[in-house]
């Protein structure tokens, strides 16, 4: 079982991954994948530097930690997120399994494990993810913050 600290050391990973990302002028967001109290899977947005609006962060782990344990069924990993998935990658949770969700900010525009939409947890889909949301949000939410600043600058 988890412990309050160890989901905020795997969140710090996480927020280095967002912090290449970010470095890479990308959304700031990032991912880790646990299993059994090792990181097996890291992501960072590649959206832009690949040309795939499924590259996120949270896919980018979801595969790799797939590959790593040779099996498209995550039985036993944790996912670490900076920000509140998406419905895409909400839902590529619930196919592969995951038994545990950790995310740092919510997405009130598009956040899929209960702000906007609860895939979830929804009782119409064959898996339910657990969900603990929230894990250094303030961190999490200020590389976001930063960056579209810098963004909106760069624009005006």
Same mark, same amino acid.
């Given at each position: 079982m988890m412990t309050v600290s160890d989901d905020e050391r795997y969140m710090r990973e996480a927020l280095q991954e967002a912090l290449r990302a970010f470095d890479k002028g990308e959304v700031p967001v990032g991912a880790v994948a646990v299993r059994d109290g090792v990181i097996i899977a890291r992501g960072h947005n590649l959206r832009e530097t690949r040309c795939d609006p499924t $590259?996120?962060?949270?896919?980018i782990a979801l595969q790799q930690a797939s590959r790593v344990l040779?099996?498209?069924r995550l039985?036993?990993?944790?996912?670490?997120?900076t920000l509140e998935p998406c419905a895409m990658c909400a839902a590529a949770m619930v196919h592969a399994r995951l038994p545990r969700l950790v995310y740092g900010a919510p997405d009130p525009k598009a956040?899929? $494990?209960?702000?906007v939409l609860n895939l979830t947890a929804s009782p119409l889909l064959n898996h339910r993810v657990d969900v603990t949301g929230g894990v250094l949000?303030?961190?999490a939410g200020a590389i976001l913050a930063r960056f579209f600043a810098r963004l909106?600058?760069?624009t005006e």
């Open positions: $590259a996120h962060a949270e896919m040779g099996g498209w039985v036993g990993v944790t996912l670490y997120c956040g899929a $494990a209960g702000s949000a303030e961190e909106r600058a760069t």
